[in-house]
């Protein structure tokens, strides 16, 4: 019913000739009020993945979403604000060990939260120089894992010598973010990854090597990606457009069908935790399918009608051909 309440309202300002509210924003207030996490969560990531520029209706939703990379952007954007606000409860339950002092930024905070997370234990295999004795590619790692480059680049340049290739390309990502990445330097990297970090002891290492250049699809960086959060958003980094020079790479449409058949309902124990199938769905760009899965069950059926009216105003849906048809086709 209070869905219901806002769909009427939402009705009587088009009709009125007003400007069409936002259906998704609207949504995500009322459930709010439902006091559960996990249907808050699930409108958030809806929030995020709708946060685009308007699209036309007049195009097929299904082959749009294929070709518009802001879904992608979206994605990584929610996986990383979320890491940032889980690294800042992590510092701030010991607060007194990490010492967190100077400007708040992205560095500060990836810095603290190394120091809390490595000592001389845990250390063992991770390479190259340390900045302020912390170690060099968990630091850049976790800062690419929280979507800020410019700190990546500052941590590179301060572990010393021998990594100008790797430079350039963060110095590209961060001048020319509508550019495609120089594929002569990202050949390079490639390289330099099958010659001597594919190897390597590092995992940390190993995992920013293959999100910088794009390369090792099949790699499953387990030491690295403790969540599914962290599984997902590297392979969000991994995406690329297909190759012309027969290099193996992971394309969209290709991490939609590693999510929804490679791997399926089975392996993230969708039964027991339907709200994370719904999220890897949804971040994949697989809203069909999110909702159908979502809509098996009482507990979600609310939720997912009122995501696909949401969607379908904003026509980000695609529809089956006729009403016998599965949701899914």
Not at 9 to 32: C, D, H, M, W
Not at 244 to 256: A, F, K, R
Not at 283 to 306: K, M, N, P, S, W
Request: charged share 20%; with cysteine.
């Amino acid at each position: 019913m209070a869905y219901a309440r806002e769909v009427y309202e939402y009705n009587t300002s088009v009709i009125k000739g007003a400007f069409r509210p936002n259906l998704v924003q609207r949504f995500a207030k009322v459930a709010e009020s439902f006091e559960d996490q996990k249907v808050n969560e699930i409108w958030e990531i809806m929030k995020y993945m709708v946060n685009i520029a308007p699209v036309s209706k007049n195009r097929d939703p299904i082959q749009n979403r294929t070709q518009i990379t802001q879904f992608i952007d979206q994605a990584r954007k929610y996986l990383e604000n979320r890491y940032k606000l889980y690294m800042s409860t992590i510092i701030s339950s010991n607060l007194r060990e990490a010492q967190r002092g100077g400007v708040p930024s992205t560095f500060n905070l990836v810095s603290s939260f190394v120091g809390l997370t490595f000592n001389q234990a845990n250390c063992f295999g991770l390479q190259d120089a340390s900045i302020d004795n912390k170690p060099l590619w968990p630091m850049v790692y976790f800062c690419l894992r929280c979507g800020d480059v410019q700190s990546a680049l500052r941590c590179m340049q301060m572990g010393g010598a021998g990594h100008e290739d790797f430079i350039q390309v963060l110095e590209d990502k961060i001048n020319k973010p509508e550019q495609k990445i120089n594929s002569k330097l990202e050949g390079q990297l490639r390289l330099h990854y099958c010659n001597k970090i594919k190897n390597s002891t590092d995992p940390y290492k190993k995992a920013v090597y293959c999100i910088i250049a794009g390369c090792d699809i099949n790699e499953q960086h387990l030491e690295v990606a403790k969540t599914t959060d962290d599984f997902l958003w590297i392979q969000l980094s991994l995406l690329r457009p297909e190759s012309n020079d027969n290099t193996e790479v992971l394309t969209y449409s290709g991490l939609q069908t590693m999510i929804l058949e490679k791997y399926g309902e089975k392996h993230f124990n969708a039964s027991e935790q339907r709200h994370l199938y719904f999220q890897v769905l949804a971040l994949t760009g697989q809203f069909e399918a999110a909702i159908e899965f979502l809509a098996r069950t009482d507990q979600y059926r609310t939720h997912a009608v009122h995501i696909a009216l949401a969607l379908n105003e904003m026509f980000l849906i695609g529809g089956p051909r006729n009403v016998q048809e599965p949701l899914c086709t």
